[in-house]
């Protein structure tokens, strides 16, 4: 069982930057692929970025690219979404997920969800 706790988010004019973080319980951390995902108001829950178990593969959406940076920390069962020049069509509740199968972009393939965290970003 693994708990996610979501924070960093927050409002910020557009061109600014945000770093969510995602603290997880549980001493088995290392073993997740983790993603970040978001969701707007009335849209489907989409894919962000993804990281495996141990850092060294990431995957990301167009959307996210040369934008965002997912990075993590075993040590400290945290894994992060750097936010750069954010647009307003960023603004969604962020999620990140924790993944017991290959890294994917699938929201099928997560066993485990936080509640996330609401991004606004103004004009």
């Known amino acids: 069982q693994v708990q996610l706790v979501e924070s960093g988010g927050g409002l910020v004019q557009a061109g600014g930057s945000l770093r969510l973080s995602c603290a997880a319980s549980?001493?088995?951390?290392?073993?997740?692929?983790m993603g970040w995902f978001r969701q707007a108001p009335g849209k489907e829950r989409e894919f962000v970025e993804g990281?495996?178990?141990?850092?060294?593969?990431?995957i990301y959406a167009d959307s996210a690219k040369g934008r965002f940076t997912i990075a993590r920390d075993n040590a400290k069962n945290t894994v992060y979404l750097q936010m750069n020049s954010l647009k307003p069509e960023d603004t969604a509740v962020y999620y990140c997920a924790a993944s017991r199968r290959a890294l994917s972009r699938r929201s099928l393939e997560y066993d485990y969800w936080g509640q996330g965290t609401q991004v606004t970003v103004s004009s």
């Open positions: 549980g001493r088995t951390f290392s073993s997740y692929a």
């Open positions: 990281i495996s178990w141990s850092g060294g593969t990431t």
